[in-house]
């Protein structure tokens, strides 16, 4: 045991895992190293561009790692992006602060992770906030917030960019989506996330820069002695004590740095917040997950937990675009989320039986796909759970971005519950090896529909005044090619050959009692394990209507109390 040593090791510096090191960190007499394979992107432009949305796709901080053909979904493969940086992924995606619904968070407990709902995550979603009141140039441009939803004193800076599309837009727009039967949410961030919204973002607005997870929780606190960053290298798998412990017991972490492969030590717990592509990965390497996968590659079995890697839940994004008959300056952050109800009006019971009637089909398929790895009984417990809230809670059924922009007026859009479920694993015990990654897009008809009818409605809404006289002609798909009397084949072609991952994969270590599928108990500790975590978007157990920062930041910090309680620090 001659390599560094250190109380906590963290494996993976980004959105998670810094707010795990701060949090452990800021009592003195505890060390903590966090090992990440990426570097600062703090003068990256591509990073730092409030406008630069995009530009860090495909450069060395994209992780851009490739799925398995998707024969749901046209067969091709897809990208996944993750930022390899401090910082993680909070450094290239779309910075959009949008929490989550309520009783999404609420049904955590209900399926057994006790202290896990709304009103106990809700003060850790304000502790790592620093809310910016808008300025009245922003409040006339459609900024607006409920003062009591926010934190004012955490790290995380939160508010709007310096420029918001003109003022005459968001009243157009409501107008429009009015008719359409969607009511404008003054701020979504209250567990109420319905409706038409100008919602805040990741930005420190004062310097018109982006703020990410290594802005909020490393740079300022890079110069405590007890926290180190190690960049540039790689976990390859977690060092177990040979003693012989009823629970597995880690001892360090396997890394590969520029200079080779060494061991860092620690002497209380090895946390994981690589991601969800990449911490089960770490699990399996580790000997930790299905025998049977882990039996093919010689990897020896620590820890018996067939799900690891499983579950896997992404979402898929696609756009209709428009010719615009004004020129926008200024970042837009428009979205609507419509429900169930507003999507489908009269024929959202139709849908709803639909849905009712195949999900028992659905979770045979999940169960068969992952020959058995899950069972049919958790993953319907799981599809029920989802049914009732598109359907009894009307949850938010899509999110829809408006991006109007210089000459052109498009929009983004993703279903926000899909029923697939994919899995990522090893094909290889050496870690350098890219995983398997199978989101199944598209396995189930109904997340195919799904797609359609959200870009029928987004349709619909471009056709309606006030919002058709901003437009012109329709680029993406465009009326020539799916004109309105096109067919659901037709449809269903078009957005197979147009999506793409929403890059929002949760769920493959998901926090769930160990006979529901579960990974991490409600500490997020694996079972079986003495002392390693995952925290990190793989413990989400289901999909959010938000997107995911928030409330991984909010995850993480709850998470950092309970290892501080645990260790009394
Ligand atoms: P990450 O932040 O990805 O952190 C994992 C870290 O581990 C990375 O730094 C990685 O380099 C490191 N790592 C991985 N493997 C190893 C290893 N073996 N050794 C050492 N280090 C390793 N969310 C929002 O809230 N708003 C948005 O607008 C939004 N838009 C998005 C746009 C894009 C393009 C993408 C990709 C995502 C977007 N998301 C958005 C989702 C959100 O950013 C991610 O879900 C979230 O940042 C993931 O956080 P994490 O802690 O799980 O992992």
């Not at 590659?297 to 008959?325: A, H």
């Not at 926090?511 to 529901?516: A, D, H, I, S, Y």
Request: aromatic fraction near 10%; charged fraction near 15%.
């Amino acid at each position: 045991d001659s390599g560094p040593k250190y109380d906590f090791v963290i494996v993976g510096g980004g959105t998670s895992g810094l707010v795990i090191a701060n949090r452990l960190s800021e009592n003195k007499a505890i060390t903590v190293a966090v090992i990440e394979a990426g570097d600062s992107v703090f003068n990256n432009p591509n990073v730092t561009n409030v406008f630069g949305y995009g530009r860090a796709f495909g450069t060395h901080i994209d992780w851009a790692y490739q799925t398995e053909d998707q024969e749901y979904a046209g067969g091709s493969k897809q990208i996944m992006r993750a930022g390899k940086a401090i910082g993680g992924t909070s450094t290239i995606n779309g910075m959009s602060y949008t929490r989550a619904q309520s009783v999404q968070v609420d049904a955590w407990e209900l399926f057994g992770n006790k202290g896990w709902n709304w009103d106990s995550l809700f003060p850790y979603y304000q502790k790592s906030e620093m809310f910016q009141i808008p300025i009245l140039n922003q409040i006339s441009r459609g900024a607006d917030y409920y003062i009591t939803y926010h934190g004012m004193n955490g790290p995380l800076k939160v508010g709007w960019p310096t420029e918001i599309t003109n003022r005459t837009m968001l009243p157009a727009l409501d107008q429009t989506f009015n008719q359409l039967g969607v009511t404008f949410n003054r701020d979504v961030n209250g567990g109420s996330m319905v409706g038409l919204t100008s919602h805040p973002n990741t930005v420190n607005s004062e310097e018109n820069v982006r703020e990410d997870a290594a802005r909020a929780y490393y740079w300022p606190y890079q110069n405590r002695s007890n926290l180190k960053i190690i960049t540039n290298t790689s976990a390859n798998k977690i060092i177990w004590s040979s003693n012989s412990h009823s629970e597995a017991t880690a001892v360090g972490v396997e890394v590969t740095t520029a200079h080779g492969v060494e061991t860092i030590y620690a002497s209380k717990e090895v946390i994981l917040s690589a991601g969800s592509l990449k911490s089960p990965v770490l699990l399996e390497l580790s000997g930790v997950g299905n025998p049977d996968i882990l039996r093919k590659y010689n990897i020896p079995i620590k820890v018996n937990i067939s799900t690891v890697g499983e579950n896997l839940q992404d979402q898929t994004n696609n756009g209709l675009s428009y010719q615009g008959t004004e020129f926008w300056l200024g970042s837009p952050t428009f979205s609507v989320l419509p429900s169930a109800n507003q999507i489908y009006g009269n024929n959202v019971s139709n849908v709803a039986s639909y849905v009712n009637s195949s999900m028992a089909e659905y979770a045979k398929v999940v169960s068969n796909s992952s020959k058995g790895a899950v069972q049919e009984a958790n993953i319907l417990a799981a599809f029920k759970l989802q049914y009732d809230l598109i359907f009894e809670s009307q949850v938010p059924f899509a999110e829809i971005v408006l991006l109007p922009i210089a000459d052109s007026f498009s929009s983004e859009y993703w279903p926000l519950l899909p029923f697939s479920r994919g899995s990522v694993h090893i094909k290889s015990a050496n870690a350098s090896m890219p995983a398997s990654i199978n989101p199944n897009y598209f396995m189930f008809k109904q997340d195919l529909d799904a797609q359609v009818d959200v870009a029928r409605f987004i349709r619909k809404a471009f056709m309606t005044a006030p919002l058709s006289d901003f437009v012109g002609d329709e680029y993406t798909p465009g009326m020539e090619n799916l004109p309105d009397s096109a067919s659901d084949s037709q449809w269903d072609d078009w957005v197979k050959s147009n999506y793409r991952s929403n890059f929002h994969p949760v769920g493959t270590a998901s926090m769930l009692p160990r006979n529901m599928g579960g990974v991490v108990s409600p500490e997020l500790k694996v079972y079986g394990t003495k002392n390693v975590r995952v925290i990190d978007a793989s413990v989400l157990p289901f999909q959010l209507c938000g997107h995911l920062t928030s409330t991984l930041y909010a995850v993480a910090e709850k998470a950092a109390d309970m290892i501080k309680k645990q260790y009394r620090l």
